[in-house]
């Protein structure tokens, strides 16, 4: 039991190393950008979307799409 734990460690290990790591690019805003949670000023709208997220409910629903943006 005791060997069997380094094992499975370092398979687990091992699994996540050969996973490729996401790559995020962020952009520099054309304009100004005022945080308050709308997202309505033109520099979003030039930026692509980043990453396929999804949003869990942890208590009850489905995911949900995420979309984001880095400025």
């Keep these: 039991m005791l060997l069997a734990c380094p094992v499975l460690l370092a398979l687990l290990a091992a699994e996540a190393v050969a996973q490729p790591q996401p790559r995020y690019d962020i952009y520099r805003a054309s304009?100004?950008?005022?945080?308050?949670?709308?997202?309505?000023?033109?520099?979003?709208?030039?930026?692509?979307?980043?990453?396929?997220?999804?949003?869990?409910?942890?208590?009850?629903?489905?995911?949900?799409?995420?979309v984001v943006r880095m400025l």
């Design 31 to 66: 304009s100004r950008v005022v945080i308050d949670a709308r997202l309505d000023e033109p520099a979003w709208r030039k930026v692509p979307p980043a990453g396929d997220f999804q949003f869990n409910r942890w208590k009850e629903g489905g995911e949900e799409s995420t």
